[in-house]
């Protein structure tokens, strides 16, 4: 007789662990084995089976794996949360024999320290399993950072999320990593590029955020321990490998005022550089002093001593290989065709870095109702390195003077009006006096744009038409640069106007698309020695002759006897009726030229000359044409159906049904875009 099997110990039973058996084993709270969870990216399981996955006759409703349950009891932080759990005793303890003087030292010396530093080495192996689970990271982070102070929230966490999101922001800007931003109800959608891996985050407006006491703030702040530990352990990485000094100088005093970016100073690695993240200043705002320490003699003797130890003998050799001679530029190869017939090659392009200096040769000011944190991340990661704000904006600015004559573009949201000039002694207006600097006037010479010009701008990879974006004017869409474009082809981004300009030349190139082709057979044809009029006639006649010929055998065949004519002249002979019918099917210039010739002949000739065989439209009756071509239409589209029919019937009934579903997803896009293309229309027509 065979071992009776005790029930529990095999299948879903043994496989599954309900939340409060996890917590007997672990012999710890519930809150902290929600954080233990936390860290080590441990979530609740579903079994197949609740019933007989729970042992007893009540399914629970929380599982986990018994395996990641067995994990946990070797974790290091469970040695932690007990230390904590034995020192809360000794304060309760303290606090019941009334020394208040013990308790706060216990509470202030004895807390004991957790640290997650190892818990990130375990889940991330490679640097780039940490950049696929960044993007949860940085909104949780940059949500934080909008939050108020509470007794929930406090205030050293603020600051914690803020300076690592704007180191974050900091070195994007150095490796122009950054790729398309989106305005949207919720925030700012930012994606960015690093080391082949996309990372999309959402940034809150600069609202006052409203705090509500429905949410667990305690469990949102677990996340954000953990998530500001592997935000550092990235940015050390990507500043480290940019040759950059981590953590960056920090600024008090201008981060107090409002700097932000500017309250971080970039410094060298490799020799103590200080690389600021503003370009260079102009002679109204003089360039601060520099702070750093001097290196002095001893300091330069060890670095002399330390390259003199270590030469590098086959560097110099290596080099003078690689070196290109004079006269070699550093310009992209292109792919020239050697012969006729040669495969045509695709030109190299520029990669997608080179947008990283679109804004590069421009000056910017902002105005104090556009947002400038925005709009100073978006310029300084696409290559502006001059950008003035107003004084109430905060420090750092470029300038603060908006009559500057070296600001080329100024970001506006609101309606302007014309910069008067200051008129002279005389009364008369100087050209060349200065512009005095007028609330709401526009400045000559200056281009003023909406802020969604820069996020259209950077989505599109070019620098667009500014009077589109002008102050007051009505702005195109603001389209997410994630949708696909529909299928129709239509940019819904363009007027009206333009899109109609473009079917019509569409429309226009299709008919030249079609004369050339014609050009094009009538030179093969005069190539061997033949004409179009030889080959013309009218349409659909290779049939009718086809026809023809066999309605005129089969009457011979059947009606050999032709009967009695009243007159000589109508009797007829099988061949001379076909001679008579084919030649009533040659185009006029072709029965003039040989009446005796018939279509099929000259399809023939021209099938041994090796050319296609297309009668003349020049000769065909419009009203036979048309409706010849509507048939032909619908035979094609018959054939169509057909053909479609036949491939569903050899189609699976899994495939089959997916196609359908696919079918029936399509026309409902389109039935969308039809709808929202005729609203387009309706209010533009309201509207004019």
Known sequence: MGKIKKKGTSGQAKNFITRTQAVRKLQISLPDFRRLCIYKGIYPREPRNKKKASKTSTPSTTFYYTKDI???LHEPILNKFRDHKALAKKIARSLGRGEVGDAARLEKNGKPRITLDHIIRARYPTFVDALRDLDDALSLLFLFVSLPSTSTVPPKTIALCQRLTLEFQHVLIVKHALRKSFISIKGIYYQATIEGQDILWLVPHKFVQRVSDDVDYRIMGTFVEFYTTLLGFVNYRLYTSQGLVYPPRFDVKSDEQGGELGAFTLQDNRFGDSTAIEGPTDQSNPPAQDDRTPLDDAAV??????????????EDQGRGDAMPEEGVSDGLDKFEVQGEGADILEQPSMSDTDTA??????SFFLSRETPRQPLEFLLRAFGCKRIGWDEV????AFTNDMADRSITHQIVDRP???HPSVPGEDGQIMPDA????MQGGRMPGRTYVQPQWVWDCINQGKLLRPDLYAPGATLPPHLSPWVKPPKT???STAPLDEQEEDELVGSEEEEEDEVGEEEEADSELADVGLTATDLD???GHGMDVAVADSDSDSDSDSDDFAGFASDDNDLETPTTTTNRNSNKNLSPAAAKTNPHKSHRQLDLEAEAAGLPYNPSPTSVNPSSSASSKGTEEKREKREAEDELAMRKMMMSKRKRKLYEKMIFSNQRKEEAEGRVEGKRRRLLGEST
């Open 301 to 314: 003797q060890k670095i002399v001593e330390g390259i003199a130890q270590n030469p590098q003998p086959n």
């Open 357 to 362: 200096s679109l804004f590069t040769p421009y």
């Open 70 to 72: 067995q994990y946990l």
């Open 393 to 396: 904006l905060g420090h750092g």
């Open 434 to 437: 200065e512009p005095a600097p």
């Open 537 to 539: 006639g009218e349409e």
């Open 416 to 418: 302007m009006t014309l």
């Open 489 to 491: 082809g239509m940019v």
